[in-house]
Each structure stands twice: as C-alpha cells, then as structure tokens.
C-alpha cells in the first residue's frame, strides 16, 4: 500500500505539474514491485484504480477541479500519462502467474515416452474356432450356443447313448456332486461335446436347420500333450428334406478346402457314433508333405479330422417330442464335429495342447 496521501497542488504550471506527476508514477512503480500475491494485486488495483476511493480518482477529482482553465489541459495529459502507467503495471502483475520455481515444480517432459498399453490379440482357439464357424456361416449356417453344465438327458440320453450303454464308457465324463437322488436323465455334468445344442436347437425350430456349435467341453482326461481336461469343439448340423450322405461329403469336402487350402483332398472311413448312422471319420490329405508322408501324418500322407454321419432316426425321435416335424420318415439331416485344439495346434504348429491355457503371455504373444 502507499502510505502517502494525495497532496494539494500548490502550483499548476508545468514543472510543478511534472514534479507532482513524476512522485505519484514513482509511489506506483515501487506498489507494484512489492506485489507479491493474487490479493496483493487485487488491493493494488483497488487502491489505484478504484471507482470510489482509488487514487487516480482522487486525482482527477481534486486537481483537475482546483486546476485553473489554462493548466487543465496539460494535468489532463500527464493524468492520462499516469493513468497509462499504472494500467500496464497492473497487467504485468495480472500476466505473472505462478513463480518460476512452481512452474518447475510441476514441469513435465513431453518428450519422455507414453505408458504403452500391450496390444490385445484373438487367442489362437478363438482364432481357429471363428474361422470354422466363418467358413459354414458363409454356406448359410447360423451360430448355436448353449450351457456347459448340462443334463445326462440333453448329454447323453437324446444323443442315443442310453442308460448303460458302452459308448458312455468313452466319454469320461465330469459329474456335478451331489445329484444322486435326482432321475438319472436330470443329472448335471459337465458336458463332454457340444451335440446337446443339437438338440436344443431342434426342439426349438423345425426344420430345416443349419447350425454350427462352438464350444468348449470338458472330459476327466489325464493331461498330456494332446489331451487337456478342457477343450474345444465346432459341430454342425443339417436337417432338411432329402439331405443326402452326398451332401454331407461335399459340405465338408469344401469347408477342409476353405480351412486349409483348394490343394487338400478328403476321405471317408465307415466309424461309429451313437448319434449318426451311417457314421464316418474324415480324413484330409497331409498339410504338411501335401501327402507324401512325413513325420507329421506318421507317413501316411493323411491326417484325421472330423467325425461326421447322417442323423440317427433314434435322435430325430427325441426331437419330435417337442417338433414333431422331425418326423425321419420325412426328413433327413447330417452332423459333423471337430477339435478345434487340433486344428489350432496343426495350423500353428504348437506342440502341447496345455501351453493354449496356460495363460503365458511369452506363448500367446506370438499371435498378435
Ligand atoms: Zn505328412
């Protein structure tokens, strides 16, 4: 603050005008030097510039109304002058902001590196599964989904494996505690292949149907390098009038040419599952020696691939129960299935199934 009061001018010609002038300019600098914070410099501007009580004010009131006609216009001058001064040395206060020691206290490198956030990649069973279902979606399938944890009913039963029979033998099956007292087909498991969407698929539209089934199944298999208690499957399933064991190998006979090349060739075993018949095991000529024989196709020059076979009517049958339009006497279908571990391990040449969920990003990262 400045301590000095505004004196009377004594005199009004131009030495005592600039003398008067010159003090008052002189008491600004020396306000504005000391301001050394945001309330300093809003008193700052109070003081000088304030309607009521500030300086310049007074200035103006006081002189220029004591000042006689002739010297008015020279106080008017140096007043604006005055006036100049005390408005640039307020902005300069205004402009400041923070010290130089906060500004470096809060100083960044922009020229320091990012964090960088890991690009995430398709894991190379959804990879491998997507581009299975690409290949049948592009034929005119849609997608089923369906539960992991299913009934011995939906598992088993409507697949024609009854109470009992062998084929159950094969499929070491993962049992939900606890359900000893509950019918045998209402127990709950967790399912060991994707076919019970088949069923549920059929029991909720009449035909025709062209679906394909990804999914992940679970056996009690001891881990090693090809089995894994958990693993992956894509089913499909056709039904419609007069769908033929034709129509079966050239469907599939195209979708291993789409997965792995116009150059590979399919052929079909007889073979057996509960749920189809008659039933076959495709294989397709070697990826790896084009079917010369090499270490990889044990020197057969063919690798097995898919299990596949016309619906069984006993399957068909368990269907109409709900839709009766699965009638076999009026409709044919056929269904196939696949590993998709497998498929992914041949086409990316891992070794062990196990290293595809044991979640080590040094192995996942080679997929991004
Ligand atoms: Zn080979």
Not at 61 to 83: D, I, M, Q, S, T
């Amino acid at each position: 603050m400045t301590d000095e009061a505004i004196p009377n001018l004594p005199e009004f010609n131009d030495a005592a005008l600039d003398q008067a002038f010159a003090a008052l300019e002189a008491q600004a600098r020396q306000a504005a030097a000391a301001l050394n914070s945001e309330s300093a410099v809003e008193a700052f501007k109070l003081e000088w510039l304030g309607r009521k009580q500030g300086r310049l004010n007074e200035i103006s009131g006081r002189w220029l109304k004591a000042a006689p006609a002739e010297a008015k216009k020279a106080l008017g001058v140096r007043f604006n002058a005055l006036k100049g001064v005390v408005e640039e040395l307020l902005e300069a206060a205004l402009g400041s902001g923070p010290s130089n020691a906060a500004l470096q206290a809060e100083a960044l490198d922009i020229t320091l590196p990012g964090t960088r956030r890991l690009l995430g990649a398709e894991h190379p069973i959804t990879r491998t599964m997507n581009e299975i279902v690409g290949v049948f979606a592009a034929l005119g399938y849609s997608v089923g989904v369906g539960p992991e944890v299913e009934t011995d009913f939906y598992n088993f039963e409507s697949m024609n494996f009854p109470p009992g029979h062998p084929a159950r033998d094969e499929q070491d099956t993962l049992v939900i505690a606890g359900q000893e007292r509950r019918p045998l087909r209402d127990r709950l498991l967790l399912r060991t292949h994707t076919s019970p969407v088949q069923m549920r698929t059929m029991e909720q539209q009449p035909p025709p149907v062209r679906v394909v089934i990804p999914g992940k199944v679970h056996r009690n298999d001891a881990a090693d390098a090809t089995h894994s208690p958990i693993f992956h499957q894509v089913e499909g399933l056709c039904v419609d009038t007069n769908i033929t064991f034709s129509d079966l190998k050239g469907t599939l006979d195209h979708a291993m040419k789409a997965l792995f090349g116009s150059a590979v060739k399919t052929r079909f075993f007889p073979s057996f599952f509960p749920f189809t018949e008659p039933s076959a095991d495709v294989q397709i000529s070697c990826i790896f020696c084009g079917g010369k024989g090499c270490r990889k196709c044990k020197q057969s020059g063919w690798i097995e691939l898919l299990g596949c076979g016309m619906v069984d009517p006993a399957v068909f049958a368990f269907a109409a129960e709900k839709q009766p339009a699965y009638d076999s006497r009026k409709i044919s279908g056929f269904a196939f299935g696949m590993g998709v571990d497998r498929i992914a391990m041949m086409k990316y040449g891992i070794r062990e199934i196990g290293s595809l969920f044991a979640g080590d990003m040094r192995f996942l990262g080679q997929f991004t």
